[in-house]
Antibody, heavy 115, light 107 residues
Framework: DVQLVESGGGLVQPGGSLRLSCAGSGFTFSSYWMHWVRQAPGKGLVWISRINSDGYSISYADSVKGRFTISRDNAKNTLYLQMNSLRDEDTAVYYC????????WGQGTLVTVSS | IVLTQSPGTLSLSPGERATLSCRASQSVAGNYLAWYQQKPGQAPRLLIYGAFSRATGVPDRFRGSGSGPDFALTISRLEPEDFAVYYCQQYGLSPWTFGQGTKVEFK
């Protein structure tokens, strides 16, 4: 079975940094595009970034461009999201997802940006 | 591409038909439009991809339709487990985008 497990969320002050990880198992991680999607409390889904299978093609939503960096380590079956210059409005549950559109999502990790 | 879903909330009873709309700000290439269902505290569940194709295990009461900028999700007869929030998503043009969601609630 496909499993995606996010980690690395937590409380961070505005302007701070955080790195999220998403460990994949049950599938050939290196063959699939991967995505990050977030959801602010009580709000809708927002796609924020994707990376192709070999890591050389990357795209970001305008809201995070220049602040967030997506990457992957196919040897470790792990997807990353480096988040810098965090703002209050980045507070959300962050999901990793495989090969959107897909039924394969992680359970999410909560990032809270607050002083 | 901006996706606008309507209505924001749909108040219906079990057994009734639900029609949810998703309008794109420009034509969605290849009809690369998906629909998801999300319940509180859960990750989204894929219902429809390619505008029309049901994902594995999705009951046939869920039907996707439309093309170009206008798409719809129809639930022919609502079951109690269908009361949730529904999102459309386009994946034809980067950046991928989601609609803001339609909540289907008990009347």
């Amino acid at each position: 079975d496909v499993q995606l497990v996010e980690s690395g969320g937590g409380l961070v002050q505005p302007g701070g940094s955080l790195r999220l990880s998403c460990a994949g198992s049950g599938f050939t991680f290196s063959s699939y595009w991967m995505h990050w999607v977030r959801q602010a409390p009580g709000k809708g889904l927002v796609w924020i970034s994707r990376i192709n299978s070999d890591g050389y093609s990357i795209s970001y939503a305008d809201s995070v461009k220049g602040r967030f960096t997506i990457s992957r380590d196919n040897a470790k079956n792990t997807l990353y999201l480096q988040m810098n210059s965090l703002r209050d409005e980045d507070t959300a549950v962050y999901y990793c997802a495989m090969n959107l559109p897909s039924d394969n999502w992680g359970q999410g990790t909560l990032v809270t940006v607050s002083s | 591409i901006v996706l606008t879903q309507s209505p924001g909330t749909l108040s219906l009873s079990p057994g009734e038909r639900a029609t949810l709309s998703c309008r794109a700000s420009q034509s969605v290439a290849g009809n690369y439009l998906a629909w998801y269902q999300q319940k509180p505290g859960q990750a989204p569940r894929l219902l429809i991809y390619g505008a029309f194709s049901r994902a594995t295990g999705v009951p046939d009461r869920f039907r996707g339709s439309g093309s170009g900028p206008d798409f719809a999700l129809t639930i022919s007869r609502l079951e109690p487990e269908d009361f949730a929030v529904y999102y459309c998503q386009q994946y034809g043009l980067s950046p991928w985008t989601f609609g803001q969601g339609t909540k289907v609630e008990f009347k």
